[in-house]
């Protein structure tokens, strides 16, 4: 089993070393990573590790961000020093997590419990953002999709809306290219800044920056045109127009 120890403090890391070893020093423990930016890099030119062992604080930022730059998907042992109530936000998503100074029994529980799964149970890049929107009070600026072989990343201020199509949801940018995403409607509804998006539908959100045009429609509803034509009218919901209103007026 390959690990992964994600952790700026050069003791702390240390220690978790020791204490993996300890469990089973057959594990091969990869050298520890002390920043969000040499995560990354790691990530990018490495082979992806079994299981990782991260702390959510780190030298340049919040590990989370992590899941921004990257679309990692690998089981993860939170070390912390944040309070518990915090992290009952995403206990159940995550493998688990170890509140530092790290207790030995305690990491040997987390690590049996990672082997428990037959089918190791992923954090996914939604999980990683409702955590770091619960903890920095921000909402997700970029997403990132895979084009082929090639990763892109595209700022909120690029997009012009989201839509499910075929129990599919996609995100279309300012140059009406069209792309597929992990992600619920509902998911994104929590995650975008409603300053910037709107829900106008079941099947649509919008951002502000992608109304040319709105125009009234049949049975008091609203049609929206955008500046990128779209296959799909794109319609207010009868019972969203007054809350689209009030939206509008900032």
Known sequence: MKCLIIEDEKNAAERIVRLVKKYDPGIEVSAPIYSVQQAVDYFMNNNMPDLILMDIQLSDGLSFEI??????????????????????AFKVNSIDYLLKPIDYKELCSA????????????????????????????????????????????TTNEIELFYSMEKAVFLRNTN?????????????????????????????????????DIVSYSSSRLKIIPHSPFEEELIVSRDRVQQFKLWLEG
């Open 67 to 88: 899941f921004e730059k990257y679309p990692l998907k690998v089981p993860v042992i939170f070390t912390t020093a944040f309070n518990e109530y915090a992290l009952k």
């Open 111 to 154: 690590i049996d419990k990672f082997k428990e799964y037959k089918t190791p149970k992923i954090n996914d890049t939604v999980v990683f953002d409702s955590i770091l929107k619960t903890l920095t009070n921000s909402y997700k600026s970029k997403f990132v999709v895979k084009v082929g072989e090639h990763i892109k990343v595209y």
């Open 176 to 212: 009406g290219r069209d792309y597929a995403l992990n992600y619920s409607l509902d998911q994104l509804e929590e995650l975008l800044d409603p300053k910037q998006f709107f829900r106008i539908s079941r099947q649509t959100i919008v951002s502000f920056n992608a109304i040319k």
